[in-house]
């Protein structure tokens, strides 16, 4: 079968990095268009207006609902049609291995105080922001009066970390996975449900630490609206044997991503109830008004 998956990045970014590792384990011929804007909203709008075409899916992951709650779009999952979620990728909570830290305690401790400067990529609202809301609420800190650095991409929030400006960095797991190879990083904590492996298998997750925060950047599939049911069946036959491969297994492995695979009906459930926990965050970190986010 051969089709065409919209990217909302550009090429190396995370959803196109979705896309081509998709397209490397289905059968057929695939075409990635990367269509960037607005964390993928742009692409989301142009999947939107193409009413029951079959033969075309768009990477999808969390700003396509919280651009809808912070206003920065008009459609959201609900417009579309939901088909996989694929994977999670979890976050790192890294510092400068200058730093005074030894204990992975005493940094949270220091967030709880509010006397960290936080540097994360890549915008106000996305999920290491929310992360760091996630933990600064469990800790008993106000969210919006933490001190925070916003970069555009997760290599220059390391290295404002490494710089000396910012005190700790939240970004993907594999981004930080270079410097910690170095030896200029060290990883304190990862948001994922149990120990990453690799570069990450001695370092704790939060919850061991006591900070009970489990949150990733998922991503999954969807395709226009007005898909037809035995078409978006195809899609659910054809996704879930190519997840079963040993090919997929490996990319899943190699990038430290964690497999959240879910078929149509679940994906879509998925959603409803992410709208509900991403709209109490984002108006945490005063993104949005109370009530803004049904």
Not at 94 to 119: F, M, Q, Y
Not at 148 to 160: N, T, Y
Not at 266 to 278: D, I, N, S, W
Request: aromatic share 4%; hydrophobic share 40%; net charge negative.
């Amino acid at each position: 079968m051969d089709f065409e998956i919209i990217a909302g990045t550009p090429r190396g970014g995370g959803q196109d990095r979705t896309a081509r590792a998709l397209a490397s384990v289905v059968e057929g011929r695939v075409t990635i268009s990367n269509v960037s804007g607005r964390g993928g909203g742009n692409g989301w709008d142009l999947l939107a207006r193409r009413v029951g075409v079959e033969n075309l899916l768009a990477v999808s992951s969390p700003t396509l609902i919280s651009n809808a709650l912070v206003g920065e779009a008009v459609i959201d999952h609900r417009d579309l049609t939901p088909l996989a979620m694929l994977y999670t990728e979890y976050s790192a909570i890294v510092v400068s291995s200058g730093s005074p830290w030894g204990d992975p305690k005493e940094p949270l401790r220091a967030l709880a105080g509010g006397t960290l400067t936080v540097s994360f990529a890549t915008a106000l609202g996305n999920m290491n922001h929310l992360v760091l809301a996630e933990i600064a609420i469990h800790l008993g800190t106000p969210v919006r009066s933490l001190p925070i650095r916003v970069f555009e991409s997760a290599p220059q929030a390391l290295d404002d970390v490494g710089a000396g400006s910012g005190d700790i960095a939240i970004v993907s797991a594999v981004s930080a996975v270079p410097g910690l190879s170095s030896g200029a990083l060290t990883a304190i904590a990862v948001t994922a449900p149990v120990r990453l492996g690799g570069a990450f298998s001695s370092t704790p997750t939060c919850s061991e630490l006591l900070v009970p925060c489990v949150r990733g950047t998922w991503r999954g599939v969807v395709g226009p609206p007005g898909l037809d049911p035995d078409r978006v069946t195809v899609w659910e036959e054809t996704l879930s044997a190519a997840i079963s491969t040993s090919r997929w297994q490996g990319i899943l492995e190699e990038n430290l991503w964690v497999d959240s695979y879910l078929g149509p009906g679940p994906t879509g459930r998925f959603l409803e109830g992410e709208r509900g926990e991403l709209g109490a965050l984002l108006e945490q970190v005063g993104l949005i008004g109370p009530g803004n986010d049904g």
